[in-house]
């Protein structure tokens, strides 16, 4: 068994609402389930599927943020933030009616209910942005991708607990698509964005995938594999444009994957500075 320091954690992010802007913040709790907090509410609609990004782009123009910060059996107020500048809370009477007047379409501001299968929808013509869906995932298509998915089981999680990021990445794919690009974190919607050696050059994040993740003393990360990017991070939201070179990229340089997705091996607290190490 191996053990070297990888970088430090630079950034942090919590987003209370799927699909919405979230939080930067100074410090996380990291619970058995993933950050305490992310992810905790959705929008469904009549049918009962989650609303989402990938299919509804403006719903990052959306700002979710807690009014002081949640436990794991307390959620605390839930405060958002429209595009118009207004500011409701979930809890209002008429929160879920302003909110679907401002997106064009019926849907109900929904806390995650333990035991819940979620589904949430996407377009499979849109999905991937200006790829077709063979140059993501063969061998489905446009016609046999389906136009939603399942979330884990009582989360309104995609795929894992955690997502994380190495600035080397970031670096990189600014190299390969150019100066202009605007390669920030927010776009791919990382709860740790780890600053790695600036002389590292690459996507990182490969040689962590079978391994694990410590954060200083007491949050360890497992179950570490490549996380599929799709047309979110090409959306615009709030400065920043819309750009489909970003998914495009990813996909020609490295199987439209970026950063990493996890699980919890011990939960606890990450700090801004906090030392990350890889155990392999």
Known sequence: MGKRQVGIVKELFRYPVKSMAGERLGELDVGKDGVVGDRAWALHEDNGRVVTAKKWANMLEFRAAYDSPPTSSDLTPLRI???????????????????????????????????EHARAEIDPQTVFGDLAVTDVLPPFTEQTLPDHFALLKGTFFDSAAIHLLATASLAHMRSLIGEDARLDPRRFRPNIVVETDPRIIGFVEDEWVGGTLEVADSVRIIKIEPALR???????????????????????????????????????????????????
């Open 81 to 115: 933030v429209l595009p118009d500048g207004r500011s409701i809370h979930a809890a209002d009477a008429g929160a879920s009616e302003a909110i679907s007047a401002v997106l064009g379409r019926k849907v109900r501001l929904v806390s995650v209910r333990p035991g």
């Open 230 to 280: 799709c047309v979110m991070t090409t959306h615009r939201q709030q400065d920043l444009p819309r750009d489909l070179r970003i998914l495009r990229t990813a996909a020609r340089q490295h199987q439209a994957k970026l950063g990493v997705f996890a699980w919890i091996g011990q939960p606890g607290r990450v700090r801004l500075g906090d030392q990350v190490w890889l155990v392999t």
